[in-house]
């Protein structure tokens, strides 16, 4: 049966790590040398199926009401000895065999985006780039941003960079997502993202890696990086041009392009630096189109005009929201929105633990076969939701749900795909409180 492959695949990936994994203990001399209740590949097991509940309830749950289940201060001891990249290595392990299960096509759409997570702690448990200050709240909180890379294909999440708050940094996080990103024989990248991360730098980190990237800049008649180009300001276009970046005033350099920039000293670029007599060239595809306000929309892209219309364009920009509703689904339904520590350490566990488990539930909604149904306004898709809790029982490693008992079960947990819906952004950030473990309904 597929899903048992998969959760072979799954078990596969954690042994793996396991075997390797001197460089994940916090000491590898003593941590994991005797045999207890919570070996690593329990504890790994366990944080991917942990849900919303408190530490104990999920306990409970996971080792189905037996007396000799572990403590919550046992498993708060055992998670002291891992570090956080234990669970980023399976997650990466995972990812590599998934991969493997589905036929290669000729491009990846990649959406990069971040999202912050709040959290309780104490200063004695959590350094000051973590805290935010009281406004929001009368004592203030403790946060982090996740930046993602996002699969708009698989709806599997295909790497991450996890930054304290105050550390935040969404261009450097995106280069080392695009230069450590694995890229496939035959299967061109292409790295959609919002106006946030254009950027001359992040731009070339995609050159260098030979992708693409699709990035909404801003407006032609806003001071930015196309309010600068040799670019009509009004009307919708297609223009393609060479920017030549160089980073000296000096004489010596001879540059010529359609339009020649200085990158200073206070701004990044890894290509070229500071004071080179040399010069870096962007070949750059500028489209602008309307919107159905009336309002403009501009993309900065090195994608083919041969191969991708300003249809095309328009539509693989509007498919980036997809990694907007992931991480809805990763904080509310996966239950990233709940956390069961105050240590900083400790919830970068449970981030890629989440993680794990939303790639695991998107794959198996992807090889689930539902039936077409005639007559019907809607075509279906099987309920993220209830997908999430199945998956999050039969992936466990000591789990003995039969898999052939899966399928007939996610075909009828269905909802109706509706496409034509559309909603209002939101104009100013929403906060939302993080929600305390101890005192949250069991």
């Known amino acids: 049966m597929f899903f048992n492959q998969i959760k072979f695949l799954f078990r596969d990936a954690i042994f793996y790590v396991v075997s390797h994994m001197t460089p994940f203990l916090a000491d590898p001399d003593k941590d994991f040398t005797r045999r207890r209740k919570l070996p690593p590949e329990t504890l790994i097991s366990f944080l991917v199926s942990q849900g919303a509940s408190s530490t104990g309830n999920e306990l409970d749950d996971f080792f189905d009401f037996h007396c000799d289940a572990p403590s919550p201060s046992a498993i708060n001891q055992q998670r002291d000895k891992l570090k956080p990249q234990v669970l980023e290595e399976v997650c990466h392990q995972l990812l590599l065999s998934l991969l493997k299960l589905d036929p290669p096509s000729p491009?990846?759409?990649?959406?990069a985006d971040g999202s912050?997570?709040?959290?309780?702690s104490t200063p004695k448990l959590a350094p000051d780039e973590y805290f935010v200050s009281g406004g929001h709240s009368a004592k203030?909180?403790?946060?982090l941003h996740l930046n993602a890379l996002y699969d708009l294909n698989s709806h599997t999440y295909m790497d991450a960079v996890i930054q304290p708050v105050h550390f935040k940094d969404e261009f450097k996080a995106f280069c080392t997502m695009v230069d450590r990103l694995e890229t496939l024989e035959g299967t061109s990248d292409i790295f959609i993202a919002d106006r946030g991360y254009c950027s001359y730098n992040n731009m070339a980190h995609v050159l260098e890696k030979k992708q693409f990237f699709l990035f909404r800049s801003k407006d032609v008649n806003v001071r930015g990086i196309a309010g600068h180009l040799p670019l009509p300001k009004q009307g919708s276009f297609d223009r393609c041009l060479d920017i030549v970046i160089k980073r000296s005033h000096s004489r010596k350099i001879a540059a010529s392009g359609d339009y020649v920039t200085f990158v200073g000293a206070a701004s990044t670029f890894?290509?070229?630096?500071?004071?080179s007599l040399d010069t870096y060239t962007l070949p750059v595809r500028v489209v602008r189109f309307p919107l159905d306000d009336g309002s403009y929309e501009c993309i900065m892209t090195n994608l083919p005009a041969d191969e991708f219309t300003m249809e095309d364009i328009k539509r693989l920009y509007f498919s980036?929201?997809?990694i907007e509703t992931s991480f809805r689904r990763l904080k509310y339904t996966i239950g990233l929105s709940s956390f069961h520590s105050y240590k900083p350490e400790f919830i970068k566990q449970e981030i890629w633990a989440k993680l794990i488990a939303y790639n695991l539930t998107e794959t198996v909604i992807n090889h689930t076969v539902v039936e077409t149904r005639k007559n019907t306004k809607h075509s279906y898709k099987v309920n993220f939701t209830e997908a999430a809790h199945i998956c999050r029982v039969f992936f466990r490693l000591h789990s003995r749900k039969n898999p052939a008992d899966v399928m007939p079960l996610l075909r009828r947990k269905l909802i109706p795909v509706r496409k034509e819906r559309s909603f209002p952004r939101l104009q100013t950030a929403h906060f939302r409180r993080p929600r305390y473990f101890l005192y949250r309904a069991a």
């Open 107 to 111: 491009y990846r759409f990649l959406a």
């Open 140 to 143: 203030g909180f403790y946060s």
């Open 116 to 120: 912050s997570f709040s959290f309780f």
């Open 320 to 322: 980036r929201w997809g």
């Open 270 to 275: 890894d290509f070229l630096p500071y004071g």
